[in-house]
């Protein structure tokens, strides 16, 4: 079975210091990782994807297959980035298409 | 611009209603998503659909059905809606066959007195 974790339901941060959102995953076999955002009052949007190995609004995310992690990254925090961000898994079959779990999701408050 | 509409922002019902949400896509794309999103929970797939007339059970199927007539439209159905299923809804298309929902509508958040 595939499984998302993202331990921390809310992370706080100052404005200009550094981000973390950690997501680790369970999957038996070679995962496409991603990370969705939602803005308030926003729809949910792809941010970024491993595969990718894009920065997107500053924020990056490396899959690291030895620890199970995808950690979603920005040097420096902007008001702007305030949001609901989700991690997700693309594994296991369904009829030959892969499906994709979502974790729970962790809110990011940037204080002024 | 990539545009997915779902009927209705908010929906109440009554317990044991048949309960309709509908969702457009104007892209052409073959896949099509229904999720339902809760506090603590994240998103669950309830149901996809990879082409017309085709549908797969996601991980909470239960209570619901769906169904795709049209290309465009994705529709899902609570049965008989019970208060377990008021929740925010969420409809998604993608066009690549790995099933990774690309585009989101707004949500439609139901509540089932």
Aim: glycine content about 8%; charged content about 25%.
């Amino acid at each position: 079975a595939q499984r998302v974790t993202q331990p921390e339901k809310l992370l706080s941060v100052f404005k200009g210091a550094p981000v973390e959102l950690k997501c680790n995953y369970s999957y038996s076999g070679s995962p496409e990782l991603f990370w969705y955002v939602q803005y308030s009052r926003q729809r949910l949007q792809l941010l970024l994807r491993h595969i990718s190995r894009e920065s997107i609004k500053g924020f990056t995310a490396d899959l690291n297959k030895g620890e199970t992690s995808f950690h979603l990254k920005k040097p420096f925090a902007q008001e702007e980035d305030s949001a609901m961000y989700y991690c997700a898994l693309s594994g296991g079959n369904s009829g030959g298409y892969q499906k994709v779990t979502f974790g729970t999701g962790t809110k990011l408050q940037v204080i002024p | 611009d990539v545009k997915v509409t779902q009927s209705s922002r908010y929906l109440v019902k009554r317990t044991g209603e048949k309960v309709f949400l509908e969702c457009v896509q104007d892209m052409d794309h073959e896949n099509m998503f229904w999720y339902r999103q809760d506090p603590g929970l994240g998103l669950r797939l309830i149901y996809f659909s990879y082409d017309v007339k085709m549908k797969e059970k996601g991980d909470i199927p239960e209570g619901y059905s769906v169904s795709r007539e049209k290309k465009e439209r994705f529709s899902l159905i609570l049965e008989s809606a019970s208060t377990n299923q008021t929740s925010m809804y969420l409809c998604a298309s993608s066009l690549d066959r790995g099933l990774k929902p690309q585009h989101f509508g707004d949500g439609t958040r139901l509540s089932i007195l």
